[in-house]
């Protein structure tokens, strides 16, 4: 069942963010022809809006479904929000209310941005899987534990409190992205089995990535490269 979608985003309290931003785009759209799909620059605010609430009331129970199956007495009761906030670059992102309910966020740019219903449904199915695999609570758990292991490594050299507390917090951002690439890859593979569920194509949704700035494959960077992420797409869509 479909929650809501709420604009003024400012009323929702916000415990954590799943490792999930989505990169601005930096490229212009390639023209495009003529019976194909419009483009962002081609939708009116109008068709923007309906389109995404489309797609809402459509992968939402597809999404809830899902983690009801995956995820036996979890909070799967979805509260889809706008981040309306001035300035705010294309990106979604899932967190937890204060109940522990799970929220899953779009800016406007995002919104605006997306080519087609299927890039859309794409990304919210990948959020909501990052909520179905605990993606928050095991993140959370990676960060206690690289901060005790760095503040502990911290006191064997008789560092003060002030050294101890910035080895914790350090270690806290190693322990946080750590698997944070694993986490996207997961999110990817079961966002394309929501995605389909819903009756949308996730190979075309996750041509996405194929607009926004490739992470490559930093150190301790949060996002694998968008090759591989769309090539967990194919290989996971090809199976179903």
Same mark, same amino acid.
């Given at each position: 069942?479909?929650?809501?979608?709420?604009?003024?985003?400012?009323?929702? !309290?916000?415990?954590?963010?799943?490792?999930?931003?989505?990169?601005?785009?930096?490229?212009?759209?390639?023209?495009? $022809?003529?019976?194909?799909?419009?483009?962002? *620059?081609? @939708? =009116?605010? &109008?068709? !923007?809006?309906?389109?995404?609430? +489309?797609?809402?009331?459509?992968?939402?129970?597809? $999404? %809830?479904?899902?983690?009801? $199956?995956?995820?036996? +007495?979890?909070?799967?009761?979805?509260?889809?929000?706008?981040?309306?906030?001035?300035?705010?670059?294309?990106?979604?992102?899932?967190?937890?209310?204060? =109940? #522990?309910?799970?929220?899953? $966020?779009?800016?406007?740019?995002?919104?605006?941005?997306?080519?087609?219903?299927? %890039?859309?449904?794409?990304?919210?199915?990948?959020?909501?899987?990052?909520?179905?695999? #605990?993606?928050?609570?095991?993140?959370?758990?990676?960060?206690?534990?690289?901060?005790?292991?760095?503040?502990?490594?911290?006191?064997?050299?008789?560092?003060?409190?002030?050294? @101890?507390?910035? !080895?914790?917090?350090?270690?806290?951002?190693?322990?946080? &992205?750590?698997?944070?690439?694993?986490? %996207?890859?997961?999110?990817?593979?079961?966002?394309?089995?929501?995605?389909?569920?819903?009756?949308?194509?996730?190979?075309? +949704?996750?041509?996405?990535? *194929?607009?926004?700035?490739?992470?490559?494959?930093?150190?301790?960077?949060?996002?694998?490269?968008?090759?591989? &992420?769309?090539?967990?797409? &194919?290989?996971?869509? =090809?199976? @179903?």
């Amino acid at each position: 069942m479909m929650s809501f979608i709420k604009k003024a985003f400012f009323g929702v !309290a916000l415990l954590a963010l799943a490792a999930c931003d989505v990169p601005t785009e930096t490229s212009a759209p390639a023209p495009v $022809a003529t019976a194909q799909a419009p483009t962002p *620059s081609q @939708l =009116s605010g &109008r068709q !923007a809006a309906r389109q995404f609430v +489309g797609v809402v009331e459509t992968v939402e129970p597809v $999404a %809830e479904r899902e983690c009801r $199956a995956r995820a036996p +007495g979890m909070n799967c009761d979805f509260k889809i929000v706008i981040d309306d906030r001035p300035g705010q670059p294309v990106n979604a992102y899932q967190t937890l209310d204060t =109940s #522990g309910q799970p929220i899953i $966020a779009f800016t406007i740019a995002l919104i605006a941005d997306v080519r087609n219903a299927d %890039e859309l449904a794409f990304v919210m199915g990948h959020e909501a899987a990052h909520h179905i695999a #605990g993606h928050i609570a095991r993140q959370q758990r990676n960060a206690q534990a690289g901060a005790l292991v760095f503040a502990g490594l911290a006191a064997l050299t008789g560092a003060d409190a002030q050294v @101890l507390q910035n !080895a914790g917090e350090i270690g806290a951002q190693v322990g946080a &992205r750590t698997y944070s690439k694993d986490y %996207e890859i997961e999110a990817d593979i079961l966002g394309t089995v929501i995605t389909k569920k819903a009756g949308y194509d996730p190979v075309r +949704g996750a041509a996405f990535f *194929s607009r926004i700035p490739d992470p490559g494959d930093r150190f301790l960077g949060t996002h694998p490269p968008n090759a591989q &992420r769309i090539e967990a797409v &194919r290989r996971t869509a =090809s199976q @179903l």
